[in-house]
Nanobody
Framework: VQLQASGGGLVQPGGSLRLSCAASGSIFSINIMRWYRRAPGKQRELVAAIIGGDSTTYADSVKGRFSISRDNPKNTAYLQMNSLKPEDTAIYYC???????????????WGQGTLVTVSS
């Protein structure tokens, strides 16, 4: 199983970006999909999570600006980021709890990270 994150880049304050996290491989089911971020000099923090198709949670710092969604048939999660601020600059990582085909356990997988830079 692999997670491929994409969509990062350089954006001006107030701008928008959409991140994608595509899971591939021998996937039976995906439970939770999450986005984390690690800003320079700071600890990793949970940004947003989606359970199933519609139960979501957000960090207080991004509520009202970010939106997480999921396309279950495509095993893909998205993070729509609006009204971006310089403090949103970080490497964004996706994470998913996945049950593989033929397995009964659920395991966590990580994507490689995508850099988001918010600067004028």
């Amino acid at each position: 199983v692999q997670l491929q994150a994409s969509g990062g880049g350089l954006v001006q304050p107030g701008g928008s970006l959409r991140l994608s996290c595509a899971a591939s491989g021998s996937i039976f089911s995906i439970n939770i999909m999450r986005w984390y971020r690690r800003a320079p000099g700071k600890q990793r923090e949970l940004v947003a999570a989606i359970i199933g198709g519609d139960s979501t949670t957000y960090a207080d710092s991004v509520k009202g600006r970010f939106s997480i969604s999921r396309d279950n048939p495509k095993n893909t999660a998205y993070l729509q980021m609006n009204s971006l601020k310089p403090e949103d600059t970080a490497i964004y990582y996706c994470n998913a709890v996945i049950r593989r085909i033929g397995q009964i356990t659920w395991d966590a997988y990580w994507g490689q990270g995508t850099l988001v830079t918010v600067s004028s």
